[in-house]
């Protein structure tokens, strides 16, 4: 199912609904959001909202505009009674949002929902998938000393080559002698040689970008986590790192978007 009005679906759907949609572009990247089936969301009217807004100041739930009122999600029915109650253990989840204005919840919603082990049919232009830090991924338990120190090896390693493919564009692009001797020495050093390279003045200079060492989480959403039964600790982390990277991916796919428009349509006077 295509979704292009995340809110609508996420406030409208009930439990026999689909639990699954991709995004629609440009508003993403095109991700494959999966929604535990018995996750509703509820927009009360004011009057039936406090429980609701309770649920909310005490992290329970999580509270987000929707057209003149706010509505609430995670709940679940609340069998043999009317109304609802929370999802248990969102605490976790909930805190990871704490601080982000209302305009923002909804798109944290969003990222906790992105399967990130989804296989699309056509792959994406943008790739999605969350990478964990290799020294977070080792706290978690994901991976062993050794992996680590591999992965730290081959972001070195990538660091060193990357370096040496800018230090050689430069001399073939007539960069002064001086300049040169100053690149190869702050080789190895990133926040050195990252500056260095901001004071080309070229326009189209290569982008140097550090690598980093990190592992490609291999799991579902941070939602299907929690039903899965993870840690606290790990489903905080994991919901704020999707987020943070989901709004990376957002941005990326505007400025394809754009970019796509102006070379079909470029100026118009």
């Known amino acids: ?16 609904d689909p639990a699954a949609g991709v995004m629609e572009e440009p508003t993403s990247p095109g991700w494959l959001l999966r929604i535990p089936p018995d996750w509703l969301a509820h927009a009360p009217t004011p009057a039936a909202a406090k429980p609701y807004a309770t649920w909310a100041s005490q992290g329970q739930i999580l509270a987000f505009p929707f057209r003149n009122r706010h509505a609430y999600w995670p709940v679940l029915h609340q069998e043999g009674t009317p109304g609802h109650r929370p999802v248990p253990g969102f605490e976790p989840i909930a805190a990871a949002a704490a601080g982000l204005r209302p305009g923002q919840v909804l798109g944290f919603i969003e990222a906790v929902l992105i399967d990130w082990n989804h296989t699309f049919a056509e792959e994406p232009y943008l790739r999605i998938a969350l990478d964990v830090p ?3 991924a080792y706290r978690f338990g994901f991976i062993t000393a050794e992996e680590q120190h591999r992965l730290m090896a081959e972001a ?14 430069a001399a073939d692009d007539g960069a002064h002698a001086s300049y040169l001797d100053k690149l190869r020495e702050a080789r190895g050093n990133a926040r050195a040689f990252q500056r260095l390279t901001r004071r080309y003045t070229v326009h189209k200079r290569p982008k140097f970008l ?12 941070v939602a299907a986590e929690l039903v899965a039964g993870s840690p606290p600790d790990l489903l905080q982390w994991l919901a704020g790192a999707a987020h943070r990277h989901s709004s990376l991916l957002l941005e990326q796919a505007m400025q394809a978007a754009w970019q796509r428009a102006f070379d079909q349509y470029g100026f118009r006077m």
């Open 134 to 136: 290799a020294d977070q």
């Open 156 to 169: 070195r390693a990538a660091l060193l080559r990357i370096m040496d493919e800018f230090i050689s564009w």
């Open 210 to 221: 550090v690598p980093r060492s990190s592992w490609t989480w291999p799991g579902r959403s």
């Open 1 to 16: 199912m295509d979704l292009e009005y995340f809110e609508d679906w996420l406030v409208k759907r009930t439990r026999n």
